[in-house]
């Protein structure tokens, strides 16, 4: 993850307290779905930024999970997200999220 | 009467030891993680310049190989070299490092980049030895200065260092001593762009077939800023490329949209030869040393050779249509606009289906597709994804959503309008361009008939705003023998006026005689 | 229980994938509060 946005992440979440907040990730992949997650749970893998070694646990969904998807207006959703669903991997992108939340997660 | 593609060049430097000093990625590594084991282990994945050179999608760039005999090969492709394969390629070539060092000082008018002696006899005769280095610029190689001057100069004058096979053969130095603008690290990295810029344009002068002197402006798109610190980014690489590569009547300006630039660019282009306002445009992008190794931890992490090692760059001329190259086609632009928003299916809508369906055409129409053509080798291990095919998905569902094609056919339209990623992750590079060789020399022989060619960019990185940008135009078999068929000649047009003036006379001493 | 209605949203997009003003737009209509909003670019 971006150097200046794990700061922020950070920030937020002292700001705020970490279980009031939650990270939404559109990432195309699963795989970079799943680091951005475990970053701003369990700290920056990659030992680059701000987040490195700093746990903070939070709750974070890429933008296609269903249950995350549930709460959106559909007409919204369908018109800014609709058509990704048919590029993405979906499937693949949850099973991560679900593994990193499962794995990390402190405030599920 | 539209303008035409007259000729396409496609150039690569192979710069392993820039990955290690100046790739961003690296630079910040040493900054935030000095004594990792990322910078220990990169460089046992450098690849050496024959495997660069043998290098599936880089022998695609030069245009030795296609992308359609890409899509063959099994992916990944840094495992399966082509044996043999040649430097020189139809539009341009690979340039190894020490050759590529000694040019670049060819490109320093300011006298701010030095290399010793000992390596500038070294490589002085391969250098001269390429076919594309013209006398003027081997007349403006410089004998070098001592080693331990330049270890002088990185040591106690913040130079940047140039090296070679891990030695320290020469250096940049900064401009000014306070303007960050002209600090030893731009200069390096403005240098570098110039040089692949001038070399670009040397192999586009050379597959047009003109004299460097017919181009008369010269469009500079990369993603670097030169100015000082009254005038960042103020300009201008277009004129100073223009002026090595001996481009002598040309003037020009810099145009920038991050990756969309090039596309920005040969819209202007076009329209600036449409107009009359100039003949020959040549539009020029040089490489970008920030973007070497991006992806690197990925590459280092996955076991595999660290394949961002290569400056990309490319120039295109855009010129006065001679009724057989493919034209460029203005009526049909595709425009993201400020109101167009980041939704991915209005970005794709504004520059594919508006641009179709405001000219009665659709989808399917358009033989080709040159999106964003990064090689899938070098981004799907970063977790990027194959981002070519991305947006053939993307163009694919919206047409599913229009009607144009069934969802089913979704995989075998990909197959049939799309292309596989070649280009190397060098921002703008990738952007649409680098298919314009291929898709002319296509359009020639009859494979396609309309090739659409798309740059977008994200503007948000640059702070100012939010959006994101895009534009995409198309590229056509050339039509101006229909339309003078269809229309009337001036000659003639002379004959209808002075027949109905005669008729019109006579009506009048008709009525008078009456 | 509503995972967003109320909470504080950190917005995280990507250029190839969904971008930030997009997942930001779906936020505003489950009750969130977008206080941050980036598109990251790996190309």
Known sequence: MDLENQKRVKEFAEQYGP???????????????????????????????????????????????????????????????GMMEMVLDVDDICEEMSDIRSNYCKYL | MNSVIKSASYVLAHVPQMVIHN??????????????????????????????VEYWPNQVYIGNKTPEELEAVEFPYYDKNIDGAS??????????????????????????????RDFVAATRPKLEADPIITDDIKGRIQEGIELSEIEKLVKEEAAEGLYLDGKLVGCVKRAHDIDVNLSAEVMHENIMNKATGVLSLLYLVRNAGINAADVD??????????????????????KADAEIAGLVNATGSDARGFCAGPTHAMIEAAALVKSGAFRNVAVVGGGCTAKLGMNGKNHVEKDMPALEDCLGAFAILVSEND??????NLDILGRHTVGTGSAPQNVIGSLVADPLERAGLTVNDVDKYSPEMQNPDITKPAGAGDVPQANYKMIAALSVKKGWIEKKDMPEWIKKHGLTGFAPTQGHVPS???????????????????????????????????LFDGVSYIIQTNTSAEESQNSVSRDEVKKLIAASLKEFANSLLGTEEA | MAILKGKKVIVIGDRDGVPGPAISACVETAGGEVVFSSTECFV
């Open chain 1, 19 to 81: 279980e009031n907040v939650v990270v939404l990730v559109g990432a195309a992949e699963g795989e970079a779905a799943g680091l951005a997650a475990e970053t701003v749970e369990n700290g920056d893998p990659t030992f680059a930024g701000p987040l490195t070694g700093v746990q903070l646990g939070l709750l974070c969904y890429h933008v296609c999970e269903p249950e995350i998807k549930a709460e959106f207006d559909a007409n919204v959703y369908e018109e800014n997200v």
């Open chain 2, 23 to 52: 790739g961003t990625t690296q630079t910040t590594e040493r900054v935030v993680n000095p004594d990792g084991d990322y910078l220990k282990e990169l460089p046992k994945h450098l690849r050496s310049f024959k495997d660069c």
């Open chain 2, 87 to 116: 430097r020189y390629g139809k539009y341009g070539e690979i340039m190894p490092e020490d050759e590529f060092l000694l040019l670049a000082q060819t490109c320093d008018v300011f006298e701010v980049y030095y290399l010793t």
């Open chain 2, 217 to 238: 402006y010269v469009i500079d798109c990369s993603e670097e800023a030169c100015g000082d610190m009254n005038q960042r980014g103020g300009g201008n690489f277009a």
């Open chain 2, 323 to 328: 009724g057989v190259s493919p034209e460029i």
């Open chain 2, 432 to 466: 649409g361009v680098p298919f314009i060789g291929f898709a002319r020399d296509g359009i020639l022989e009859g494979k396609y008939k309309r090739v659409m060619i798309i740059g977008k960019g994200s503007l948000f990185l640059g702070r100012m705003t939010n």
